[in-house]
Every structure is written in C-alpha cells, then in structure tokens.
C-alpha cells in the first residue's frame, strides 16, 4: 500500500500508538512516524523536555512496530509551521494517507488546531480515529476515512465544537 504517516508533537498516547500499528500492519504499509519539534517566533531552540519527548515517541513507536512486524522509517523535524511540515512531508514520501487521532473532540498525538487544519487543507488523504474517552479501555477505535465530503461525517468545525 505504501506509507502512512503518523504526525506527533506532543502527548504520547499508547491506544494511538497501537491503533497506526495496527492500520499499517493490515494495510501492509511502512509506517512514518513524524515526530515535530515546535519552535516558537521569537526562540530558535527547542526546550530540552520537548526533544526528549519526541526521543521517546519515535523510540516506542520503533520498539512496537518491531515486535508487530511493521517496518518504519522514523522522521524528526524541528519547524515554525507544525501543518505545513506535515504536508510536505505527506507529499514528499506521497504517503497514503495521514493518520489522525481524537478523543472527546480533543486532539491526540497533535494540538486540536493542526488536526482541524490539515481536515481543512485536505492536502493528503486522512484517517481520523475517534479513541475512547476512558484511557484505561482497550475499544476499537471508530475509523473515519475522508476523501471528500460525505454526508454523515462530522466537518472538522463539528468536530471542534462537539456537534453530534
């Protein structure tokens, strides 16, 4: 199938983590986790803990993928432009699709805000997952594909209003 990219930036979450697993396994695709280190306008270094948390991110992706079989291509990218980062790279490696994660209409994985612009761009094919609210249950997640409009699928302004 090819690859599928898996933006972070913050916030690791292990029901996420399992879910792109799982989707690249079954898909039989590479899995590109794209960890992004923010850098403010007025500050052209990144705080330490947010260098080690990207460290431990694409460390834990690697050491599940590993023991699920699936192969991944880790990427790291200090950047002023979290959606525009995330883009090119999507382009770039002409990925499949963008996986994407809530829970409670919050975003997981990246900030609400990157998720809903990317939704809104549209740039690149996405899967948005909807994780469940009680982070101590194991659920399958509800997988949203988008590749255009549908009717019975939330918009990216429902979603963050939390609009049924």
């Not at 509800?142 to 939390?162: C, D, L, N, V």
């Amino acid at each position: 199938m090819g690859t599928i990219l898996l933006p972070f930036s913050y916030g690791i979450d292990n029901v996420a983590l399992e879910q792109a697993i799982i989707q690249a396994r079954d898909h039989k695709a590479t899995l590109v986790p794209l960890s992004l280190i923010c850098l403010s306008g007025h500050q052209d270094s990144p705080r330490l803990e947010l260098i080690q948390q990207s460290k431990d991110f694409l460390t834990l992706v690697q050491q599940k993928a590993s023991r699920a079989g699936v192969h991944v291509e880790r990427m790291e990218s200090f950047t002023y432009d979290e959606v525009e980062t995330i883009q090119k790279v999507a382009l770039e490696l002409q990925c499949a699709y963008i996986l994407l994660f809530a829970r409670q209409q919050k975003g997981v994985l990246l900030p609400s805000e990157t998720i809903l612009k990317l939704m809104h761009n549209h740039i690149r094919p996405y899967f948005l997952s909807s994780l469940p609210a009680h982070k101590g249950v194991i659920m399958l997640a509800e997988w949203r594909f988008r590749m255009r409009p549908q009717r019975g699928i939330k918009s990216a302004r429902q979603i963050a209003m939390g609009e049924r």
